[in-house]
């Protein structure tokens, strides 16, 4: 049995209101942690069945349906606090899954939306991919690095090829590394103002 | 001329506005008194702002005031019944309520002038 179907009722009907109603608050939470997912789930069921307790007149059924109808169905507000939660992602040293699934669920609000995370995600890209560049330096010294074409356009990664130009050297780790975390922490930043300021 | 519905609507608009600016006000003043936990919150709040709220709504609410550090919370096992989320204001959120306070009282006391003439 999972969290949705923990608590017992005497009455099957009760026992099937609140199963479902838990396992529709589990579908709307999907895309986050199972930290997070069974805390929302905690606060609910702690919350409903307090509801439940205090509602003293009629059946289990009839109490829990009106418990429920005072709560408000999962659609009208768990999709919020989802969303509040996956905002946690925004916050540096947190989890990466929560971002992309915050980022996905913000693509498909609008077209400015899908906008936004197009760029932040592409964003999020670079930042991983200057990190790596500053790491790979250690390893390749020779190939990787800010390297310019014959013809002068700047490029940076891995060559294998002399007639490439080398130009920042080792200064590529300190600069990469620092350019990574800057980008990381302005695009948080963007990501909280931008879903916030989208939210309302 | 106005009918009778569209000065209800036009009502409950503004109603449901000023209870939708006013409920991190609210929250803030309450947990201020006491730490309290979500369903004794939402009770608290109702008992205030009037039963037709649906109480699920604020959930989303007090993650965003934990989120911005304005209140804190912890998780208690009680000794009968599931364990609840209690909820405090931080020293953030005293200082956000102080400022929200002297606010509303610039604003009651500008219409109660307005009012007076």
Known sequence: ???????????????????????NVEGLCGSLGER???????????????????????????????AIAKLGEPEDFVPH???????????????????????????????QQFAFSLIVGFGYMMTFYF??????????????????TPSGIPFLGYVDADEFREVLGYWLIPIGLATAISLQLFLNYLVGRWVTHFRR | MVGNDDLNEQFEKWRLQLRKGVLLYMVLALLNREEMYGYALISA??????????EGTIYPLLNRMVRSGIVTFDWRIMESGPARKYYQISETGRE???????HWQSVSTGLQELEDG
Do not use: C
């Not at chain 1, 969290?3 to 396992?23: G, I, V």
């Not at chain 1, 790491?135 to 390297?147: A, S």
């Open chain 1, 81 to 111: 606090w989802v969303e509040e939660r996956l905002l946690e992602g925004a916050q540096p040293g947190s989890s990466t899954r929560n971002l992309y699934y915050l980022l996905r669920s913000n693509a498909f609000k609008g077209v």
């Open chain 1, 131 to 148: 990190f790596i560049m500053a790491v790979m330096k250690v390893f390749f010294p020779e190939n990787v690095g800010l390297h310019l």
């Open chain 2, 96 to 102: 956000l309520l102080e400022r929200m306070h002297d």
């Open chain 1, 36 to 66: 997070q997912k069974a805390d929302i789930l905690a606060e609910l069921k702690a919350h409903l069945l307090e509801s439940y307790i205090q509602l003293d007149e009629g059946d289990e059924a009839s109490r829990l349906s009106a």
């Open chain 1, 1 to 23: 049995m999972g969290d949705a179907e923990n608590t017992t009722f005497t009455q099957n009907e009760a026992q099937t209101t609140w199963s479902e109603y838990m396992r």
């Open chain 2, 45 to 54: 709040l109702s008992e205030k702002m009037g039963a037709d709220m649906a």
